[in-house]
C-alpha cells in the first residue's frame, strides 16, 4: 500500500515522467528511479515549508518556548488553528476579552465590569461589530468564522482547562472577534475613558520602541529591524507569538490576545512593526444646550437618543436590570454630563472596517510596493509603521487616520473643542500621500520611540513646517534622544550590538544632567547631599540589577519638576541635546538631600543595588530587575508600582521583542517577556522572565527542521 501511494504521489506532481518510464523501463530501474526522486521530493518538502505535507493537512506544531507553528492547507484552516492554539494559551483570557466586547460582563462576572459595559455600549461595539462583519469581502467572512470555530473546537474538545465561569460565552462569534478588535484599537488606544477624564499621564501611556536599518549602516550588509512594543503584562495587552504558514502566507510574529491576525510580523522578505504614535484620532466637543437639544450652526438639533437594558449578576446569582441611556449628537456620543457641561465624543475610523484584513495582507506582501498597497488601505487608525525589506529598503511611516481640520495646532486639539460650529467638525481624513513618511534616509537608520516623526533620523528627513500643525507635535522627549544615540555613534552596527542595544539601561536624562548636579552638591550641599554626590559620582548610569546610585537619581527625579528644572528647555534647532542645565542649582540640591534621605531611611544605605528596590514580578517569579522608566532616558522600558514592602515590581514596559536581520536565510530572535500563555496549566506561563531578566532572546525557529528538534507538542486538526 505505501508504494502505491508514493506511486500515486509522483505521478500527480511528474505524470509525464510517470508514463514515459512506466511503459519504456524496466520494473527494476523504474523503482530505482521512483526510489531517488521520491527521496528528492520528501528533501525538498522538508526544507521548503511551502511543499510539506503540512498542505494536504493542518497542524500545530508547538515549540519549546511555547510558540505555536501553525501548517495549514489553506487559509480558512490556518485562522481556525489560530483560534485553538490563542484558546490553548490564553483560553481564559480570551473569553473573558470577548464577553467584556459583547457589552455583558457585568451580567456574566457582576457589579466590578458595570463601568467597561457601559464604556463598551456608549461606544455602540456590539450593533458596530455586526455591521462590520457584514462588510466584510466574503472571503475575510470565512475567515473569521473560521477562526471563531477554532476557539469553540479547543473549548469543547478541552472543557476542563477553561475556567467554569467564563464558559458563560460559549459559542463564540465572529462579531465577537471584530468587538473585541474595536474595543482594542479604537477605544482603548486611539481613545479610552482614562483619557476623557484627563487622568492618564503621558509617560504611561503605552508606548513601543522601533528601529529600521539599512544596508549601509549595518555590518552585514543586510537590512535589520528591531520591533519593542511597551504595554501592561495583562488583560488586553498581553502579546501573542506565533508562525502562520498556508498557501500564500509565511509569517512569524505577535499579535494581542484575540485578535486573529498577527499584528507585527516578518516574513523571508520584508517585516514591519509598530509604534505608538502622536497620532491624535479624537476629540470631546462642549454642546450648548437649548431646548432639550443643543445648538450647531444657529439652529437647536436634537439628540438622538435610545434606551438599553443593562444586567448585572449580583452575589446571590440573580440579574439587576439597570437602563443605560446613550445621547448622541452630531459629533458622537455624549460621555459626560457634569454641572451642565455636556461633551461629545467624535473617533475615526467607525466606518473602515478592513483593520484585520489590511493587516493579513501586510504579512502577506513580498516587496516594498505590496507592501504599501496594502497600508494605503488606511484602515489602521493609528500607530508607527517602521519597516525593512530583503532589498534593503527601509521605512518610517506616521500612519492612522489624521481628520482634516481647518484650524488650529496639536495642542488646540488636545483641549475641549467648541461643538457649536461645523467650523470645528472634521468629517474626512487626509489620505496616505499626506502622511510624514521616510524611504531610504542618508543616514541609514531609522527609530521610534514614540516621538514626532520629524526626530526619526538625523540629519532631518522630513520638515514639520511641510504638514499641517495639528499633524503632530513638536518634541522629543530623552528616551527618543537616547535611541537616537546609539543609533547615530555606531557607525556599522552587528545584529549582536543591535540586541545589545535594545537592552540599554543607560538614563539619558543622567547623562545630561549629572555634571550639573554634582559639582553643585559638593559646593553647596550639607554632609548628606555630598554622600550622595559621592555615590552619583561612581554611579555607572545604568539601571542594571546591581548598578548603585540609580535608586538614589529615580528618586531624586520624582521629587523634581521636570519642566521647570532645565536652564535651557527644549529646542527644535538642537533636539538631541536638549533640555540641559539646571535652571537653579541650589533647589536641585535641596531635592537631592530630600530624596537621599528618604532612600537611606527606606533602604539603610544610599547606595543600595537597583534591582534589590526593583523586582521583576510575574505569577510566582521574583527576580531582581533592570530597565526602568521611559522618562529617564532609559531604552529598555519597565514600569514599576510599589509594593506593600516599599519595593517596586513590574506591571508594564518591554513586552513582546522581535530583532531581525533579512540575511538569507533570514536571522531573528525574539522574547515574550511573560511567556506565552497566561492559561494556569500552561508551562510557558512565566517561564521566559528569567531569560528577560537576563537580557537575553530565544532563537526563532521558522523551517520545519528547527522546528521539529524543538518539538514540544504536536496537534493536528
Known sequence: MFVISQLNFIKGIFPSWHRRYTSKVFPKTYFRVLSFMLSVVLALAWASPSLTLSQRTTEILWDTYGVPHIYAKDAPS???????AQMQSHGNLLLRLYGQARGRAAEYWGEKYLESDQWVLTMGVPERSRSWYKAQTPAFRRYLDAFAAGV???????????????KVVLPVKSEDVLAHLQRVLYFTFVVSPEQIAGITDAEQK??????????????SGKAMLLANPHLPWADLFLWYEAQINAPGIDAYGATLVGIPVLAIAFNDNLGWTHTVNTHDGWDAYELKLADQGYRFDGQVRPFQTKTLSLKIKQKDGTLRKQPLVVKSSIHGPVVSEK?????????????????????????????????ETALQRLQLPMFTVMYA????????????QVPVRQEGDFEYWQGIIPGDTSKTLWTKIHPYQDLPRVLNPKSGWLQNANDPPWTTTFPPAIKADNFPPYMAP????????????????DPKITFDEMVAYKHSTRMELADRILDDLIPAAQKQGSELAKRAAKVLTTWDRQANADSKGAVLFATWVEEMDLDQAFSQPWNENSPRTTPKGLANPASAVATLQAAAAKVEKAYGKLDVPWGEVFRVKYGNVDLPANGGEGKLGIFRVLNFVPNSDGRFQSFAGDSYIAAIEFSNPVRAMALTSYGNASQPNSPHNGDQLQMFAQQQLHPVWRNMKDIKAHLAERKEL
Do not use: C
Open 152 to 166: 469553540n473546537a479547543y473549548a469543547k474538545e478541552h472543557p476542563d482547562l477553561i475556567d467554569n465561569e467564563v
Open 339 to 371: 454641572d451642565g457641561k455636556v461633551l461629545a465624543l467624535r473617533v475615526v475610523g467607525l466606518d473602515r472596517p478592513g483593520v484585520l484584513e489590511q493587516w493579513w495582507d501586510m504579512a502577506r506582501a513580498k516587496n516594498l510596493s505590496q507592501f
Open 389 to 400: 525589506d530583503r532589498t534593503g529598503n527601509i521605512m518610517h511611516l506616521f500612519n492612522g
Open 206 to 219: 503605552p508606548g513601543s520602541n522601533g528601529w529600521a536599518i539599512a544596508p549601509k549602516k549595518s555590518a
Open 474 to 489: 513638536r518634541h522629543m522627549y530623552f528616551r527618543a534622544q537616547r535611541s537616537a544615540r546609539m543609533l547615530a555613534e
Open 78 to 84: 490556518a485562522f481556525k488553528a489560530f483560534g485553538w
